[in-house]
């Protein structure tokens, strides 16, 4: 049979690769920062979700070096056998104080938390109200789910309405949202939502992977924001982006809510529970967060100076209010040339393109970070001038 299904899969491939999709992986031989070595050259890195620096931070590694010393490399076990650790409930705790909800569970990625939240609580009789635009996780953990599902145009309160409109009928219903959209940078209009839910007699669920740690005036997300802590229902999020780029996600949010997941979960429940040093590491992130918002300021000057210095160029950069920075090429195969060229430069970007956008939304999304210094940030924006120029992206 597999010869069979082995010619297919080539045919699969060549199709990928003769269209100019097909994804190579670059090897990085050092630890992630804002300057990295890519096949012995040094690069500065503008594609991470390393927004705070904290990838490579000396707090962060000697805190996961004193949690191995202290309790070992694994648990062996999922959280309700044998693997739930003091430091499991410390860092719990400690996600519910910094956004100010009720209680929090952890996963091992927030594609597991964002999988593993609508089908425990929602059923046949109830409605889901999703963006258009939300991430892959949040869309694959609908599918699991029996509730009805109803799409919205993106960040479209008109067509959020309409779809309120037509769950109408339905016992219970929960609009869900990015925080910050990956792709576009755009900040989901939180405010409008939660007053449209209240309208509608919905309930609101925000995903903060690429917003918490990045926007609000201390980096608590969009319900810092919009002022708004504490109303939403449930919070999804990682802390593979801003909160030291390892691993592990979380759902934080109503105590009740929070309690059922932990009953019937999935990927919660089947899945080994996240080791003692990414455990630490994230604890020890929390408390710099509540001493210094230092990190976030600095990430907010990068991404002001960054995006005026590139629309002033003549680039086409989709609006944003995080540290991403969408700069819109349409082509897909140009995204790539243009991408390969920057490292040609000395700076490591990655073109997306369909299936990742949708198709002619080809680009280059460019994310800040707070390690950036401006002497980089001039090199970057220097190096997109340059190779922009050659291949008539702009004038």
């Given at each position: 049979?597999?010869?069979?299904f ?17 994804k ?19 690069l500065l ?10 990838a490579?931070?000396?707090?962060l ?23 739930t ?8 705790a400690s996600i519910?104080?910094f ?8 996963y091992?990625?927030?594609f597991d938390a964002n999988?593993g ?8 009789q109830d ?5 258009a ?5 949040i ?5 699991l789910?029996?509730?009805q ?12 309405e ?6 109408s ?9 990015d925080?910050?959209?990956s792709?576009d ?7 409008k ?16 992977s ?9 980096g ?5 924001q919009f ?18 780029g ?8 109503k105590?009740?809510?929070?309690d059922?997941?932990?009953q ?24 710099m ?5 230092e ?8 991404t ?11 680039f086409d950069?989709?609006?944003t ?7 819109m ?21 990655t073109?997306f ?13 460019v994310?800040?970070?707070?390690a ?7 090199q ?9 120029k ?6």
């Amino acid at each position: 049979m597999y010869n069979e299904f082995q010619k297919y899969l080539a045919s699969e491939l060549q199709s990928i690769e003769e269209a100019g999709l097909y994804k190579t992986e670059r090897l990085i031989e050092s630890p992630q920062g804002a300057d990295i070595v890519v096949n012995g050259k040094h690069l500065l890195n503008f594609c991470a979700n390393n927004y705070l620096g904290l990838a490579n931070n000396p707090e962060l590694i000697a805190a996961a070096k004193d949690a191995m010393d202290d309790r070992g490399y694994g648990m062996s076990s999922v959280r309700f056998i044998c693997g739930t650790q003091d430091l499991h409930k410390e860092l719990e705790a400690s996600i519910a104080k910094f956004f100010g909800t009720e209680d929090t569970i952890l996963y091992a990625a927030c594609f597991d938390a964002n999988g593993g939240v609508f089908e425990p609580l929602l059923g046949e009789q109830d409605a889901i109200i999703s963006d258009a635009l939300n991430h892959a996780s949040i869309i694959d953990g609908v599918r699991l789910c029996k509730a009805q599902r109803f799409r919205y145009a993106n960040a479209d309160m008109a067509d959020l309405e309409t779809q309120l409109q037509a769950a109408s009928k339905c016992r219970f219903k929960l609009i869900v949202t990015d925080g910050v959209f990956s792709m576009d940078g755009n900040v989901c209009p939180l405010d409008k939502i939660y007053e449209l839910a209240n309208k509608y007699n919905a309930m609101v669920m925000v995903d903060e992977s690429h917003s918490a740690g990045v926007v609000g005036q201390t980096g608590r997300g969009v319900t810092e924001q919009f002022n708004l802590r504490s109303q939403i229902e449930i919070i999804t999020g990682t802390l593979g982006k801003a909160f030291g780029g390892a691993v592990g996600g979380f759902t934080t949010g109503k105590k009740e809510i929070i309690d059922l997941l932990r009953q019937r979960s999935r990927p919660y429940l089947f899945s080994n529970s996240l080791p003692p040093m990414v455990v630490s590491a994230g604890i020890k992130m929390f408390e710099m967060m509540d001493r210094t918002n230092e990190l976030q300021d600095r990430l907010h000057a990068n991404t002001d100076y960054f995006r005026t210095k590139m629309l002033a160029a003549g680039f086409d950069i989709k609006p944003t209010q995080s540290a991403i920075c969408a700069v819109m090429l349409y082509d897909a195969k140009l995204s790539q040339i243009m991408a390969s060229r920057l490292q040609e430069e000395g700076i490591y970007v990655t073109g997306f393109y369909y299936p990742v956008v949708p198709k002619d939304q080809a680009r280059i999304r460019v994310q800040i970070s707070a390690a950036h210094s401006q002497t980089q940030l001039d090199q970057c924006i220097d190096a997109f001038v340059k190779v922009g120029k050659e291949l008539s992206v702009i004038k």
